[in-house]
């Protein structure tokens, strides 16, 4: 038996979910008495996985396999699965990996469990801990099959090196159907992806217009952060859909989410809850985000922001 890790890459290069999801993998495998595995595909780093405890590395290079889908990434995931004798897949919580981790499990017949937060709290029987409505509460959820996929929430467990002495495998694939193509990527704008971020600072109709997002990127390239905006701001145009957070758009689980000038819809807070703490920069005393909020700034985001910008800088 071992555990098999989908190792998420970006132009070639390992994302951060991808040490996550290993620190995770090998932690779980300490405590069932299995080895490690981890897949990637067209990337050039797969080897520092090794740090983080992998056992064994199957780097798979094919150009056809460039763009990530999730019905040519399964079909290759399950010759892995039916080869190594897979109990476990472990899967981020990208978009990608829950598109991945439903369509792996309709076609191998196996138990599929998103938003898991910490390791199995049994073995036998297997419950795993996990958030619902929208972050609000946990559940403890039992998982029978002889095949279990878990996609572990961002930020939840962490990285953690684990230096062992794992190995390159050459692993070779039959033909992949490739006549499913990807026509069109929209990327987001910025240094630091929202899924990857520790720190996200976003910002709402409170900026009045995008000629003064400025502040927001500079104020983010100065945390290392990625930026966002609520959903009224994409679609006015003022930002790239691609940075719309929410229940509608991208959920975020930072460590740090900052908001500014966002009042706190319902559907806003659904989809940063996870984000550890929240840091809300507003001039409404009332507004609704402050009630969900860790700490809150009661003021004019054009007076507040360079301050905090200048402050940062001079550390």
Not at 239 to 252: L, W, Y
Not at 303 to 313: R, T
Request: aromatic share 8%; hydrophobic share 40%.
């Amino acid at each position: 038996m071992a555990v098999l890790v989908y190792s998420e890459s970006e132009n070639g290069k390992l994302k951060k979910s991808a040490f996550e999801t290993m620190s995770y993998a090998k932690a779980l495998s300490e405590k069932i008495g299995s080895e490690v595995i981890c897949v990637s595909f067209n990337c050039s780093d797969s080897e520092l996985l090794i740090k983080y405890g992998a056992d064994k590395i199957i780097n798979i290079e094919n150009s056809n396999l460039k763009e990530f889908t999730s019905k040519t990434y399964s079909n290759v995931i399950t010759q892995i699965i039916d080869k190594k004798d897979i109990s476990l897949v472990i899967l981020s919580s990208s978009a990608d990996a829950k598109y991945l981790g439903s369509y792996l499990a309709g076609i191998t017949d196996s138990t599929y469990v998103s938003n898991v937060v910490e390791l199995p709290e049994s073995i036998d029987p297997f419950i795993v801990k996990r958030s619902c409505f929208t972050n609000k509460a946990f559940s403890s959820t039992e998982i029978n099959g002889d095949l279990k996929i878990l996609s572990i929430s961002s930020n939840s467990y962490g990285a953690k090196e684990n230096n062992g002495e794992g190995i390159i495998e050459k692993f070779e694939i039959n033909e992949v159907n490739t006549t499913f193509k990807v026509s069109k990527i929209e990327k987001q704008s910025g240094n630091v992806t929202i899924a990857d971020a520790d720190v996200v600072v976003s910002a709402g109709r409170g900026l009045k217009g995008p000629e003064n997002w400025h502040m927001i990127e500079e104020l983010a390239e100065v945390l290392g952060a990625a930026t966002a905006c609520s959903k009224p701001v994409s679609d006015m145009g003022w930002r790239p859909h691609s940075e719309h957070v929410g229940q509608t758009g991208k959920p975020v689980a930072s460590n740090l989410y900052i908001a500014i000038g966002i009042s706190g819809a319902i559907q806003h807070l659904a989809g940063i809850n996870s984000s550890k703490v929240k840091l809300v920069i507003n001039n409404d005393p009332e507004a609704p985000f402050f009630k969900a909020a860790d700490y809150g700034v009661v003021g004019d985001a054009f007076e507040v922001i360079p301050d905090l910008i200048k402050k940062l800088k001079s550390r």
